[in-house]
């Protein structure tokens, strides 16, 4: 069992920066793929990003390319999203999520355990 609690959201302006913490605890956290979700009510969850056990290998879906950035600390069990030049439709309530690997998490599949999310909300 991984448990896992995001922190970092809030209420913003459009342009703004803001970075999400993932925690872990439980098993040891950099035997998972780990990655980033976000879903808007009534519609389905999306992938954001996700990062290999190292840290050596990122993936990022389109919309945050360029914007956004993964990152882990295996030494204190933490997950990262740097979010930057934030934009309304970024809105979302955005969870962490545990997995195998990457790839598959790009498809929302292969995901152990998640977190219970943490809404971030950008006004324009």
């Known amino acids: 069992q991984v448990q896992l609690v995001e922190s970092g959201g809030g209420l913003v302006q459009a342009g703004d920066s803001l970075t999400l913490s993932c925690a872990a605890s439980?098993?040891?956290?950099?035997?998972?793929?780990m990655g980033w979700f976000r879903q808007v009510p009534g519609m389905e969850r999306q992938f954001v990003a996700g990062?290999?056990?190292?840290?050596?290998?990122?993936a990022y879906a389109d919309p945050v390319k360029g914007r956004f950035t993964i990152s882990r600390d295996n030494a204190k069990d933490i997950l990262y999203l740097q979010m930057n030049s934030l934009r309304p439709e970024d809105t979302a309530v955005y969870s962490c999520?545990?997995?195998?690997?990457?790839?598959?998490?790009?498809?929302?599949?292969?995901?152990?355990?998640w977190g219970q999310g943490t809404q971030v909300t950008v006004s324009s």
């Open positions: 439980g098993r040891t956290f950099s035997t998972y793929a």
């Open positions: 990062i290999s056990r190292s840290g050596s290998d990122t």
């Open positions: 999520a545990a997995g195998d690997t990457v790839p598959p998490m790009t498809r929302g599949r292969a995901l152990r355990y």
